[in-house]
Protein backbone atom coordinates (compact mmCIF):
# COMPACT_ATOMS: atom_id res chain seq x y z
CA UNK A 1 0.00 0.00 0.00
CA UNK A 2 1.30 3.25 -0.90
CA UNK A 3 -0.11 6.51 1.16
CA UNK A 4 0.16 10.03 -0.61
CA UNK A 5 -0.24 13.29 0.50
CA UNK A 6 -0.81 16.53 -1.59
CA UNK A 7 0.01 19.83 0.05
CA UNK A 8 0.96 23.47 -1.70
CA UNK A 9 -2.64 24.34 -2.82
CA UNK A 10 -4.01 27.54 -2.66
CA UNK A 11 -5.54 30.88 -4.25
CA UNK A 12 -2.73 32.46 -6.50
CA UNK A 13 -3.39 35.37 -9.28
CA UNK A 14 -2.66 34.87 -12.69
CA UNK A 15 0.59 34.35 -14.14
CA UNK A 16 1.53 33.46 -10.04
CA UNK A 17 3.70 30.75 -8.92
CA UNK A 18 2.94 27.79 -7.06
CA UNK A 19 5.06 24.70 -5.86
CA UNK A 20 2.49 21.39 -4.65
CA UNK A 21 4.18 18.77 -3.04
CA UNK A 22 3.14 15.12 -2.62
CA UNK A 23 4.85 13.32 0.76
CA UNK A 24 4.94 9.23 -0.34
CA UNK A 25 5.02 6.85 2.24
CA UNK A 26 4.63 2.57 2.41
CA UNK A 27 5.59 0.28 -0.26
CA UNK A 28 7.52 3.29 -2.24
CA UNK A 29 9.94 0.37 -3.64
CA UNK A 30 7.03 -1.05 -5.57
CA UNK A 31 6.50 2.33 -7.53
CA UNK A 32 7.35 2.61 -10.98
CA UNK A 33 5.81 5.86 -11.56
CA UNK A 34 4.51 8.78 -10.18
CA UNK A 35 2.96 12.14 -11.09
CA UNK A 36 0.23 14.69 -11.12
CA UNK A 37 -3.22 14.58 -12.03
CA UNK A 38 -6.09 17.44 -11.74
CA UNK A 39 -9.73 17.85 -12.35
CA UNK A 40 -11.96 20.84 -13.03
CA UNK A 41 -15.19 21.26 -12.14
CA UNK A 42 -17.16 19.20 -14.57
CA UNK A 43 -14.44 17.80 -16.45
CA UNK A 44 -13.02 14.36 -16.16
CA UNK A 45 -9.52 14.01 -14.19
CA UNK A 46 -6.47 14.60 -16.84
CA UNK A 47 -2.97 13.75 -16.39
CA UNK A 48 -0.73 16.67 -15.95
CA UNK A 49 2.97 15.13 -15.59
CA UNK A 50 4.50 11.99 -14.46
CA UNK A 51 7.83 10.46 -13.78
CA UNK A 52 8.83 7.45 -14.77
CA UNK A 53 10.58 5.11 -12.40
CA UNK A 54 13.18 2.62 -14.18
CA UNK A 55 16.89 2.47 -14.90
CA UNK A 56 16.52 6.32 -16.95
CA UNK A 57 13.63 8.51 -15.67
CA UNK A 58 11.09 9.84 -18.32
CA UNK A 59 9.17 12.48 -17.92
CA UNK A 60 5.66 13.52 -19.34
CA UNK A 61 3.49 16.89 -19.59
CA UNK A 62 0.45 17.52 -20.92
CA UNK A 63 0.32 19.69 -23.70
CA UNK A 64 -1.42 22.84 -21.83
CA UNK A 65 1.03 22.66 -18.98
CA UNK A 66 4.40 22.28 -21.42
CA UNK A 67 6.96 25.12 -20.39
CA UNK A 68 5.00 26.26 -17.33
CA UNK A 69 5.05 22.99 -14.82
CA UNK A 70 7.76 20.93 -13.61
CA UNK A 71 7.88 17.41 -11.74
CA UNK A 72 10.66 16.58 -9.73
CA UNK A 73 11.12 14.56 -6.95
CA UNK A 74 13.49 13.90 -4.27
CA UNK A 75 16.01 10.36 -4.95
CA UNK A 76 14.25 8.48 -2.50
CA UNK A 77 10.49 8.65 -4.41
CA UNK A 78 9.09 9.41 -1.30
CA UNK A 79 8.54 13.46 -2.12
CA UNK A 80 7.44 14.37 -5.85
CA UNK A 81 6.57 18.46 -6.66
CA UNK A 82 4.91 20.04 -8.90
CA UNK A 83 6.29 23.79 -9.70
CA UNK A 84 3.72 25.68 -11.70
CA UNK A 85 4.88 28.77 -13.47
CA UNK A 86 2.59 31.48 -15.47
CA UNK A 87 -0.73 29.77 -13.96
CA UNK A 88 -3.68 30.51 -15.86
CA UNK A 89 -7.13 30.29 -14.77
CA UNK A 90 -8.02 27.27 -16.81
CA UNK A 91 -5.22 25.43 -14.10
CA UNK A 92 -7.89 26.04 -11.36
CA UNK A 93 -8.26 22.28 -10.48
CA UNK A 94 -7.93 19.93 -7.91
CA UNK A 95 -4.47 18.56 -7.79
CA UNK A 96 -3.93 14.65 -7.31
CA UNK A 97 -0.92 13.16 -6.63
CA UNK A 98 -0.71 9.75 -7.93
CA UNK A 99 1.53 7.05 -7.82
CA UNK A 100 1.47 3.53 -9.80
CA UNK A 101 2.74 0.38 -8.56
CA UNK A 102 4.66 -2.33 -11.06
CA UNK A 103 1.69 -4.24 -10.77
CA UNK A 104 -0.36 -1.39 -12.41
CA UNK A 105 -2.39 -0.55 -9.50
CA UNK A 106 -3.06 3.04 -8.85
CA UNK A 107 -2.89 5.10 -5.50
CA UNK A 108 -4.06 8.21 -5.17
CA UNK A 109 -3.92 11.35 -2.44
CA UNK A 110 -7.07 13.21 -1.66
CA UNK A 111 -5.79 16.10 -3.74
CA UNK A 112 -5.43 19.95 -2.98
CA UNK A 113 -7.12 22.78 -4.62
CA UNK A 114 -5.49 24.88 -6.77
CA UNK A 115 -7.53 28.27 -7.85
CA UNK A 116 -6.20 31.12 -10.12
CA UNK A 117 -7.78 33.94 -10.53
CA UNK A 118 -7.55 36.56 -13.17
Known amino acids: QVQLVESGGGLVQAGGSLRLSCAAS????????MGWYRQAPGAQRELVATITRGGRTNYKYADSVKGRFTISRNNAWTMVYLQMNSLKPEDTAVYYCNAESVNWRHYWGKGTLVTVSS
Open 26 to 33: GSIFSVNA
